[in-house]
């Protein structure tokens, strides 16, 4: 794509100044280039503002042409210019990109925050001091250090800040970098202040005055009744841990007696060794995660580890039927991981030691022990969480019992369906009893894990198979986490036997899908498939208006009419999963079909009418709600439209390979 040029006046620009005439970077598919660019990006942006910054002057000019998009950052890559002293900058930064552009050089990220460094940050002072006030400042330096493949960019302007704040500029500096930015983005502020009071402490008296304008930020963040109660925590633990760190006391390990070395020794002997077992155990846990052996590793969660580099995690697995790898890239997140950036950023601030040390505590369990996907909804909700909530979760963690903390963490997945869950699972932890809660909770951690189960039959490499081998379970988990706001009005038990049969028929239906089948009957366009060893029977139609998946679970109490049954049906173009019975009378209601249904549809009624209370007076819209009394159908609304041929091959598809399973048999 060709680039207009700029237009400025001749005679303001020295003769020797570098002058950037466009590249072509659609090159630059690699998620880690994508990264050094960004962060450098947001140094020229800073730098272009025309005006006065620490005693700078800047002109700037702009490009008539347009703001090229590359890989989603609309303001990537600008034609435009800035003239300072002797030096020019581009909105491309470095002129080693333009190897990129004629292919001549293939950098690896490496490589290319090499070259970042050498033109933006290697002399002094830096680019750093000259992108705008401190607080500016502050806020690009959080954003490198977060910033996996760009860290090296941010060391040395650590140094620069610190440098300026020591001789110049007002005490409170600092605190309006917390201004405008939600609370995950003001817990990365107050790491980077941490970082600062570091570099001062270590380099002398003459820097205490940046060391204390980062406490003066914290202490005041600490105080703010405006911030989140967590984010209050944080700057007040780590203004806290600043002020511990210049008051202790350092000696040499030779100035000790004898014994007390020894003990010293022992202790980090100890402290080695274990180190060593823990690492050598991740390797073995995650054994493609990282080839170096000098390269750390972290257990994030119960599902999940990642490499520590350069004072951050870089790069995650997550375990799974199919292990998931991906950079936690807290610009743009990362697809493979299903991370956005906000949720990247969330991990990787609340898992810096002291921060998780502290969130830990205060939850009195060991985030090791929760999956990454339950993590994401707890940290998030703890964030936003004012003091009163705070603390109403701490002590529904502590009323639960030791045995089930875990439990009832990895509960907050249901707020993947709505943020009111955080509210309900406490006021069932406060209201309910303890037993019974856990029972439940487990039940429906049980069904989650079934569901995925039933959702990988579907699993092939036709895009709908794929489509409904995740949507499927969903489905299921979503309706059944509905029960919990019945029960958040009418208390556990009004769920109990309907979760319970639930719970035992996708047990039933998730071991019977990974087992055989005999085909019990088949005509051109219907399938009945009965497993062997189970209680499940599999029906396909894959034509007319019936046409349909479905799923019937017999056998779950002492009456024979006792059946639960699950279907996926096409109507319209459109496909739904059906939960319940929607009999109502005759040989052909049954009663645990109807109630697990019933059930359902009083579990959809109340959260819909816990919201409508919540949107009186807001801007939201009303939502109408349609009860089927004994069953609910969860529509695939963005699923595209079909036609009855796609969806009677998927049915094919799925009912071939039950029927090819080891063991089946045919019968009329």
């Not at 590793?297 to 991906?326: C, F, H, N, Q």
């Not at 998730?510 to 366009?525: H, N, S």
Request: glycine share 8%.
């Amino acid at each position: 794509m060709d680039h207009e040029h700029i237009n400025q006046p001749e005679a303001t620009v020295p003769a020797d100044a570098w002058r950037y005439d466009g590249l072509d970077l659609e090159v630059l598919d690699d998620d880690e280039q994508a990264d050094i660019i960004a962060i450098a990006n947001q140094f020229v942006q800073a730098s272009l503002r025309p005006g006065d910054h620490a005693g700078f002057r800047y002109d700037s000019w702009q490009a008539e042409g347009e703001v090229r998009a590359v890989l989603g950052q609309p303001d990537l890559i600008l034609n435009r210019q800035v003239y300072s002293g002797n030096r020019l900058y581009s909105a491309v930064l470095f002129g080693s990109l333009s190897d990129l552009e004629r292919g001549g050089q293939d950098m690896d990220a490496q490589t290319l925050a090499r070259s970042a460094y050498d033109h933006l940050l290697s002399y002094s002072p830096n680019i750093t001091s000259h992108t705008g006030p401190p607080d500016d400042q502050l806020k690009l330096l959080a954003f490198a250090q977060a910033t996996p493949y760009a860290r090296q960019l941010a060391e040395p302007m650590v140094g620069e800040l610190a440098y300026a704040a020591s001789f110049g500029y007002r005490e409170d500096i600092f605190v309006d970098a917390f201004s405008g930015g939600d609370a995950v983005s003001q817990v990365q502020t107050i790491t980077v202040l941490g970082k600062i009071a570091g570099w001062a402490e270590a380099n002398g008296d003459w820097a205490d005055p940046a060391a204390n304008k980062a406490i003066i930020a914290l202490e005041t963040v600490a105080a703010d009744g405006q911030s989140g109660h967590l984010v209050r925590k944080i700057a007040s633990a780590t203004a806290q841990s600043i002020v511990s760190s210049r008051q202790a006391e350092w000696v040499w390990l030779d100035d000790l007696p004898a014994d007390q070395q020894s003990e010293f020794m022992q202790a980090d002997a100890l402290r080695r060794e274990a180190l060593r077992h823990e690492q050598e155990a991740l390797r073995e846990e995650y054994p493609t995660l990282a080839t170096d052996p000098g390269t750390h590793l972290v257990r994030l969660s119960s599902d999940a580890a990642a490499t520590y580099d350069k004072g951050g995690l870089s790069v995650v697995m997550v375990k799974g039927e199919i292990p998931r790898t991906g950079s936690l890239d807290t610009v743009r997140g990362d697809v493979s991981l299903g991370l956005d950036a906000g949720q990247a950023l969330l991990l990787q601030e609340l898992h810096r030691p002291a921060i998780r040390t502290l969130v830990e505590a205060d939850l009195g369990i060991d985030l090791s022990d929760v999956s990454l996907g339950a993590q994401l909804k707890l940290l998030g909700h703890m964030t936003q969480a004012d003091p009163t909530e705070y603390e109403r979760l701490t002590a529904a963690l502590e009323s639960v019992g030791e045995s089930a903390k875990a439990d009832f963490a990895e509960a907050f997945l249901a707020l993947e369906f709505g943020d009111e869950f955080a509210d309900i699972l406490v006021g069932l932890a406060e209201n309910e009893d303890r037993q019974l809660l856990v029972q439940t909770l487990e039940r429906i951690g049980n069904i989650r894990h079934d569901a995925r189960r039933i959702g990988q039959a579907f699993l092939s490499e036709e895009w709908l198979d794929r489509e409904l081998a995740g949507r499927v379970p969903v489905a299921l988990v979503k309706r059944t986490t509905e029960k919990l706001a019945l029960a958040s009005q009418e208390g556990l038990g009004a769920m109990a036997s309907a979760l319970e049969a639930t719970h035992q028929a996708t047990r039933e239906i998730a071991g019977a899908l990974e087992g055989e089948f005999e085909l019990a009957e088949e005509t051109a366009d219907y399938r009945t498939l009965r497993s062997l060893g189970h209680k499940l029977t599999v029906t396909g139609r894959s034509v007319g208006d019936n046409a349909r998946i479905g799923f019937t679970v017999r056998g779950l109490g002492t009456d024979a009419r006792q059946r639960l049954n699950f279907r996926l049906d096409f109507e319209d173009g459109k496909l739904s999963f059906d939960m319940g019975s929607n009999a109502t009378k005759g040989v052909n209601a049954s009663p645990i079909a109807m109630e697990v249904g019933s059930t359902m549809a009083r579990g959809e009624l109340a959260l819909a009418t816990m919201r409508a209370k919540q949107a009186i007076g807001s801007a939201a819209s009303s939502q109408t709600i349609v009860l089927h009394g004994n069953h609910v159908r969860e529509v695939f609304e963005d699923l595209p439209e079909l036609t009855q041929g796609e969806f009677g091959d998927a049915v094919r598809r799925f009912t071939d390979r039950l029927a090819a399973h080891p063991g089946s048999s045919t019968g009329h």
